[in-house]
């Protein structure tokens, strides 16, 4: 038998390695190696791996899970040298290696995919673990799984994440809500990896229950509304002054040196510069003109409706795209009909101040529409969203960071409870400086016979707002005389209804 046991344990590492030695014979009788890890991902694709790779770059001990081991291997193999990264091909071996609390990340496809790696990970897992969906979940799901969290017996949360591939490398803009201890929990770490604005991280607490996934997806829906502005002033440009590749790229770059800088703006000009590699000429001309979707824009949509709040810039965006894809019907419509001239006669250079005033008007006007629907949501759907944060957060490593956004975070961090930010004087004055150049190019666009829709739907959203009378007196007239429905008084209190005709 072995005595005199003597024990060499290794510290100030994540790797806790214990080494039982038996002094009599020398001989070695086990060797225990505990890892304690500080976060993990569940789902390995490229948000998932760069994401994990950032926590490690930024100090924290990671642990990957995939069930394909290539993509386990291609995790280790790309982590900076020096930090500590180790990829798992099953769930009890990764839930093993953290640390308590457990903190954990879901970056998997929407939908069952959540709730069958949920099923599969809530026996492994204690009641003050922190489980987040970090995908693009409807927000109705997370708000089912959160009322589902009390007998899964860990903190679960729905987060928000934009940036894209590089971002979730180098630094994305995260929108967390849920349980706010569970945000306390993992705010070092998300701080620690979040993008930068001024000297702060692109992370906050977005408020209760989905509030973080409703953050998100209402931040899709821009997305949507100002790749569509985009779009149409690039048809105006192209169809409408036969503007090349290379003058689109010098006008959108120059656009991207002042008051119009954003992310998008950027790559829209590297996107005309663009050669093909299988054809002579720029990619952009080889493109099929269908857009493609996830659902975001139309959750967003949808969600408006039902609270009643206007949105028509992002609803244009979507149902563009939707008419995108009637590419047969679009082709056999274009021989029945003649459409009027695509030409558009006025000079370039006063054209194009009148473009970049109606980008700078409608973007106003659809990043008003969507911090309007938010504020709306925050109070009817209970999620008491912090409207500066969402805008704070937004200002670095999203995809719809732009300069403005420093604009709207100071006007919604003076006036937090402002039901639109068209309602702030500090607001009032770039859209009365640049609403007569969308009015002009909508004017242009609808002669030319080029669709316009979200820069039209941006004109229309304004002129109805700033209108303290609408014909809708007429519409409630109706509604009285078919359905009885009743209507109000301009010139007394009360409910009424009249017997018409």
Request: hydrophobic share 45%; charged share 15%; glycine share 8%.
């Amino acid at each position: 038998m072995c005595r005199n046991k003597n024990f060499f344990v290794l510290k100030n590492s994540p790797f806790k390695i214990v080494l039982h030695f038996y002094g009599s014979n020398n001989c070695l009788n086990t060797i225990k190696m505990e890892q304690q890890f500080d976060f993990a991902m569940i789902g390995l694709g490229v948000m998932g791996r760069n994401l994990l790779l950032n926590m490690a770059d930024n100090g924290f001990a990671v642990v990957g899970f995939d069930t394909d081991a290539s993509k386990t291997s291609a995790l280790e193999s790309a982590a900076t040298v020096g930090t500590t990264v180790k990829g798992v091909n099953s769930l009890e071996a990764m839930v093993a290696l953290l640390k308590k609390p457990r903190k954990m990340i879901l970056l998997v496809p929407a939908g069952k995919p959540v709730d069958a790696v949920l099923t599969s990970i809530q026996p492994l897992l204690s009641p003050e673990d922190v489980v987040i969906d970090g995908g693009n979940s409807h927000y109705t799901d997370t708000l089912r799984r959160i009322e589902a969290q009390s007998t899964m017996g860990f903190h679960f949360m729905g987060m928000g994440i934009s940036g894209g591939e590089l971002g979730a490398r180098t630094g994305p803009s995260i929108m967390p809500g849920g349980n706010y201890e569970a945000y306390l929990n993992v705010q070092p770490v998300l701080e620690a990896i979040a993008a930068k604005a001024n000297g702060e991280p692109c992370v906050a607490y977005m408020g209760k229950g989905a509030a973080g996934h409703y953050v998100k997806m209402v931040h899709n829906g821009i997305e949507y509304a100002i790749m569509q502005l985009l779009a149409e002033v690039y048809d105006l440009l192209q169809h409408g002054q036969g503007y090349t590749n290379e003058q689109l790229h010098q006008l959108f770059r120059q656009w991207n040196e002042g008051d119009l800088q954003s992310y998008l703006m950027e790559i829209t000009a590297a996107i005309f510069l663009q050669k093909d590699e299988l054809a002579e000429g720029e990619l952009l001309d080889s493109i099929l003109d269908v857009a493609g979707s996830k659902g975001t824009g139309k959750w967003t949509s949808q969600s408006a409706m039902d609270l009643g709040t206007a949105i028509p810039v992002i609803d244009a965006a979507v149902t563009m795209r939707s008419i995108s894809g009637l590419k047969t019907n679009r082709i056999q419509a274009a021989g029945l009909y003649s459409p009027p001239s695509k030409a558009i006669a006025i000079e370039p250079e006063e054209f194009e101040q009148q473009l970049h005033d109606a980008l700078v008007s409608a973007i106003i006007i659809c990043y008003a529409q969507g911090l309007a629907m938010l504020q709306k949501a925050s109070t009817e759907l209970g999620f008491e969203i912090p409207l500066q944060d969402a805008v704070k957060v937004w200002r670095q490593g999203c995809i719809i960071r732009s300069a403005m956004l420093e604009l709207f975070y100071t006007v919604c961090s003076q006036n937090p409870s402002i039901s639109n930010i068209l309602l702030d004087p500090t607001i009032v004055r770039p859209i009365q400086a640049s609403i007569g150049g969308l009015r002009s190019v909508v004017i242009a666009a609808t002669k030319a016979g080029i669709p316009s829709m979200a820069l039209s739907n941006a004109l229309n959203y304004f002129d109805a707002f700033v209108s303290d009378k609408l014909p809708l007196n007429l519409t409630q007239a109706q509604r009285d005389f078919f359905g009885a429905h009743t209507y109000q008084r301009l010139d007394r209190e009360g409910i009424f209804h009249s017997h018409w005709g």
